[in-house]
């Protein structure tokens, strides 16, 4: 499966951003996904993910304020991020993994086999 992710950009703090993850190649409903983001000189990290059925994860300091979700017949995963903060600026990422079981959901990168290229989030202060 191929991974192409869009919607970042620069925005005030307090604002909001869309990102979207568009898949192709493979039945995108077989695929578990997730998020991560990597800040400058930072490790990447998880921010959310999604199973084959819905079910939802996400890291404690999004949330609330971030909400993953998916929609198999347009092959699009989202992340919508409300009351940004200037700590949520860094390139975000969408991550597929085959074969999982449906309600499973995953927050490791090793977990996931298949990467986006990123998109870059600007939260100023």
């Known amino acids: 499966v191929q991974l192409q992710a869009s919607g970042g950009g620069l925005v005030q703090a307090g604002g909001s951003l869309r990102l979207s993850c568009a898949a192709s190649g493979r039945t995108f409903s077989n695929y578990a996904m997730g998020w991560f983001r990597q800040a400058p000189g930072k490790e990447r990290e998880f921010v959310a993910a999604i199973s084959r059925s819905s079910n939802r994860l996400y890291e404690d300091s999004v949330k609330g304020r971030f909400t993953i979700s998916r929609d198999n017949a347009k092959n699009t995963m989202y992340l919508q991020m409300n009351s940004l903060k200037p700590e949520d600026t860094a390139v975000y990422y969408c991550?597929?993994?085959?074969?999982?079981?449906?309600?499973?959901?995953?927050?490791?990168?090793?977990?996931?086999?298949?990467w986006g290229q990123g998109t870059e989030v600007t939260v100023s202060s």
């Open positions: 991550a597929a993994r085959l074969g999982s079981l449906s309600g499973s959901y995953y927050r490791q990168r090793t977990d996931y086999a298949y």
